[in-house]
């Protein structure tokens, strides 16, 4: 058994602090669902580096394959908890300002570089830091009450938080994100939707599980292959076109020599549906 095998465990019971986390009957699709309704799920210091170190460590999952994140109660996340975060930030000296800083911005980077895709069900307050977790994830659905708001400058910080000057343009346009991240307003969720910010719009009562049967797609589907589309995705954005074919060759042949491949290809003979084992 070669090394990455050795390091790799199941997550299906993992046990977590400041968020609730289940999976499905064979732990390919896990719900993480930001769980203090009554403050429309803020953030501490405590959830943020949870968060942040189970993303990392999902590199080393042998069972989930996709993840779905959601707010209980009818919202998304509103955000860093105003007593727990705010009020204690007013009060720190510069070097525990920018330790905190840079660990929100790790939690961006675990949620990018994590191999399963994540899919963010947005409904209701989707706020400040709640608003950088949806715009970290790899899809978004919402609900048409979706309401999503990188409301930064309203509390007298700029609107580069989190990557957000960088990822955000990238995903609804320069001139979109510019008035977002000046003006802090909201975007409505059919904004989002036709800004492309959105992938699809559902109604509250189905958000959950659609983006879960969407997960479950793409768990189901060839994940191996699905980890490189997301790691090119990311490293794409700093290459010239010459570095960008190449790089997606390389990607291409490696996807090539797996046993998924030859699988597709097989079923695809028999008239069947691929099982793909991500090997």
Same mark, same amino acid.
């Given at each position: 058994?070669?090394?990455?095998?050795?390091?790799?465990?199941?997550?299906?019971?993992?046990?977590? @602090?400041?968020?609730?986390? &289940?999976?499905? =009957?064979?732990?390919?699709?896990?719900?993480?669902?930001?769980?203090?309704?009554?403050? #429309?799920?803020?953030?501490? *210091? &405590?959830?943020?580096?949870?968060? @942040?170190?189970?993303?990392?460590?999902?590199? =080393?999952?042998?069972?989930?394959?996709?993840?779905?994140?959601?707010?209980?109660?009818?919202?998304?996340?509103?955000?860093?908890?105003?007593? &727990?975060?705010?009020?204690?930030?007013?009060?720190?000296?510069?070097?525990?300002?920018?330790?905190?800083?840079?660990?929100?911005?790790? /939690?961006?980077?675990?949620?990018?570089?994590?191999?399963?895709?994540?899919?963010?069900?947005?409904?209701?307050?989707?706020?400040?830091?709640?608003?950088?977790?949806?715009?970290?994830?790899?899809?978004?659905?919402?609900?048409?009450?979706?309401?999503?708001?990188?409301?930064?400058?309203?509390?007298?910080?700029?609107?580069?938080?989190?990557?957000?000057?960088?990822?955000?343009? @990238?995903?609804?346009?320069?001139? @979109?994100?510019?008035?977002? /991240? *000046?003006?802090?307003?909201?975007?409505?969720?059919?904004?989002? =939707?036709?800004?492309? *910010?959105?992938?699809?719009? =559902?109604?509250?009562?189905?958000? /959950?599980?659609?983006?879960?049967?969407?997960?479950?797609?793409?768990?189901?589907?060839?994940?191996?292959?699905?980890?490189?589309? #997301?790691?090119?995705?990311?490293? &794409?954005?700093?290459?010239? /076109?010459?570095?960008?074919?190449?790089?997606?060759?390389?990607?291409?042949?490696?996807?090539?020599?797996?046993?998924?491949?030859?699988?597709?290809?097989?079923?695809?003979?028999?008239?069947?549906?691929?099982?793909?084992?991500?090997?």
């Amino acid at each position: 058994m070669d090394t990455m095998r050795e390091t790799q465990r199941p997550f299906r019971d993992y046990a977590a @602090r400041h968020f609730r986390w &289940e999976t499905d =009957h064979d732990g390919r699709v896990a719900t993480l669902t930001l769980d203090r309704p009554d403050k #429309k799920n803020p953030l501490t *210091f &405590e959830s943020y580096a949870e968060l @942040r170190d189970l993303f990392r460590d999902l590199a =080393h999952a042998s069972d989930v394959r996709a993840v779905v994140l959601v707010g209980a109660g009818g919202n998304f996340c509103s955000g860093g908890d105003v007593f &727990e975060i705010i009020e204690p930030l007013t009060r720190m000296a510069m070097p525990d300002l920018l330790a905190f800083t840079r660990m929100t911005g790790d /939690l961006v980077k675990a949620i990018r570089r994590c191999p399963q895709p994540v899919i963010a069900a947005v409904d209701g307050v989707c706020a400040g830091a709640g608003a950088i977790l949806a715009m970290a994830s790899d899809l978004r659905l919402a609900t048409p009450a979706a309401r999503t708001a990188f409301l930064f400058t309203r509390v007298g910080l700029a609107g580069a938080d989190m990557g957000a000057c960088g990822i955000l343009p @990238r995903l609804i346009g320069q001139g @979109r994100a510019a008035e977002l /991240l *000046f003006t802090g307003r909201a975007m409505s969720a059919q904004e989002g =939707h036709a800004w492309g *910010f959105y992938n699809a719009l =559902h109604e509250s009562s189905s958000l /959950l599980t659609q983006a879960q049967v969407l997960a479950r797609s793409l768990a189901d589907g060839p994940w191996f292959a699905h980890g490189i589309t #997301k790691t090119m995705l990311n490293q &794409e954005w700093a290459m010239g /076109l010459e570095e960008m074919i190449e790089s997606e060759a390389q990607a291409q042949a490696i996807c090539m020599m797996t046993k998924d491949f030859r699988r597709a290809f097989e079923a695809f003979a028999a008239k069947a549906k691929p099982a793909f084992e991500g090997d």
